[in-house]
């Protein structure tokens, strides 16, 4: 009985190889952040190793996606990364957004929230393990743009809209 299990189990694991996550792979760059906002090369390096796997529409893959489940999972955190903030997508938001998402990325990196505890595990992705300095940098950079953001638009069009409460009237 143990064996049949066993079998079983080893069956379906070559069988769900063959099903695989579609690829993050575009090479749109016609909304990416450096459109319209400066990126020097040393916070281009900082978001190349350490955010744009999961934050922009193009990841450089490990080998090990090309293990199911693994591709899954990784697919998933992807997904939702880019879900959250998308620098391949980011001149498209509102003026109101693209400072928010600015705002975000200075609180995650002062809080050592990214790059995700789990990219870096276990000796995974070493370059994403960010210094102090350039945290402090990717920080200053991100507020620097947003100082930008300020100078160049009403005050009220860099706030976010409120969203109503679930059932409210307003």
């Given amino acids: ?22 690829k993050n ?4 760059q016609s909304l990416d952040i450096s459109t319209k906002y400066d990126v020097p090369a040393d916070v281009k390096h900082i978001l190349s190793v350490a ?8 990841t450089v893959y490990p080998w090990y996606y090309n293990i199911q489940p693994v591709a899954w999972w990784m697919n998933e955190h992807i997904e939702d990364g880019k879900r959250h903030l998308n620098f391949s997508t980011f ?27 789990s990219y870096t595990a ?25 100082d930008t953001l300020k100078a160049r638009y009403p005050a009220d069009s860099l706030i976010m809209p409120k969203r109503n409460p679930a059932g409210g009237n307003s």
């Fill in 1 to 22: 009985m143990f064996k049949k299990i066993l079998l079983a189990l080893l069956a379906v694991l070559i069988a769900i190889q063959f099903i695989r996550p579609e």
């Fill in 25 to 28: 792979f575009s090479d749109d």
């Fill in 51 to 58: 955010c744009n796997d999961c934050h922009s529409n193009k």
């Fill in 91 to 117: 001149a498209g938001l509102s003026i109101a957004r693209q400072n928010h998402k600015l705002e975000e990325t200075v609180e995650m990196v002062e809080d050592d929230a990214m790059p995700l505890g």
């Fill in 122 to 146: 276990l000796g995974m992705h070493p370059e994403a393990r960010l210094s102090t300095a350039q945290r402090q940098r990717l920080i200053e950079w991100a507020k620097a743009q947003m």
